[in-house]
């Protein structure tokens, strides 16, 4: 199962993997690809 984050910044949305629960999050910084930068990411669902 993963998560799929929405970057704030620019919109791009990508899945993150991992097994844990992130339910208790809105959102994490990581790093965003297309901004070239750690973005503050949202959590818009579970996939
Ligand atoms: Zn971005």
Redesign the pocket.
């Known amino acids: 199962m993963g998560w799929k984050l929405v ?1 704030r ?2 919109g ?1 949305e990508w899945v993150l993997n991992v097994s844990y629960r992130l339910s208790d999050f809105r959102g994490l910084y990581h790093f ?1 690809r ?2 070239g930068k750690n ?1 503050f990411h949202e959590i818009v669902g579970s996939v």
Do not use: G, I, L, N
């Open positions: 970057c910044v620019c791009s965003c297309v901004c973005t």
